[in-house]
């Protein structure tokens, strides 16, 4: 029985969404994906850093992104919350040298600075992400993008690192910061997301991490008719997809992106 299905999507392709998603939300795929690095800790305050900084470092080859967030934690001490919100200038000094394409140490250290201000002062990412849904429940997940975009350029930076932190209202589809909120928001029984986040940001306001794979199985299928990967995209998208599960339409980000990296085409 295909769940959720509406009438507006083809019953064949909603039946391939729902098994595909089922077939990709499952722990074995854990260690191939970034998402693996958070699955190192307990703490919750760790597995959102360690996230988060997975995320913005995911883009190319997934063994070298694993990699370099494997590399960010060790430089951490493999203790990210406490040396966020506990590190002296001497203690970033650990982190000279990283690079991982065009993210490099200054970024690095950018962030970690960024991100010991929104812990101490803006209550922490959850905060910083969810205030916007909080206020608003008829807003989504590009606006919480926005939101901490915003605090975590409040503090003080050079232009070059804002590239790193992308902006939905400019156009980006914001694939990272996307998947990041997936990874904090999505609650179920596969052990994959860690749904830390649900009683402050809804599942139903998630939004597709759409990229360049996840958008070409998006067009073959019928789910996207916009030809640019961008926000506008995003949107479309994640629309089609809420017809089949109103509640958690990014489920259906396993089926696309999954179906995109590991196979050449839908069928």
Request: proline share 4%; net charge positive.
């Amino acid at each position: 029985m295909t769940r959720g299905m509406n009438n507006l999507v083809d019953p064949k392709i909603a039946d391939w969404l729902n098994e595909k998603a089922d077939f990709y939300n499952n722990p074995s795929f854990v260690e191939s994906d970034p998402i693996s690095i958070s699955h190192m800790f307990s703490k919750k305050e760790d597995i959102e850093i360690a996230a988060l900084f997975s995320a913005i470092i995911a883009w190319g080859n997934r063994k070298a992104i694993i990699a370099g967030a494997q590399q960010l934690m060790q430089r951490m001490d493999n203790a990210p919350f406490q040396f966020i919100t506990g590190h002296s200038h001497k203690d970033l000094k650990k982190l000279n040298g990283f690079v991982y394409r065009t993210f490099n140490s200054f970024d690095a250290i950018t962030l970690c600075e960024g991100l010991k201000n929104v812990y101490l002062h803006e209550g922490g990412l959850q905060r910083a992400f969810s205030e916007p849904l909080l206020k608003d429940k008829n807003t989504n997940a590009f606006n919480a993008i926005e939101n901490f975009r915003k605090v975590v350029l409040h503090y003080p930076h050079e232009k070059r690192f804002e590239k790193h932190i992308s902006s939905p209202e400019r156009g980006s589809a914001a694939k990272r910061l996307n998947m990041f909120l997936r990874w904090m928001v999505r609650r179920d029984q596969c052990g994959v997301d860690f749904g830390l986040w649900t009683d402050t940001f809804s599942m139903s306001r998630l939004l597709i991490p759409l990229d360049v794979h996840s958008a070409r199985i998006a067009r073959e299928i019928g789910l996207l008719s916009r030809k640019q990967t961008d926000a506008k995209a995003v949107l479309e998208v994640t629309e089609n997809c809420r017809l089949l599960d109103p509640d958690d339409p990014a489920r259906f980000d396993f089926a696309l992106f999954g179906t995109g990296i590991n196979e050449k085409h839908y069928f």
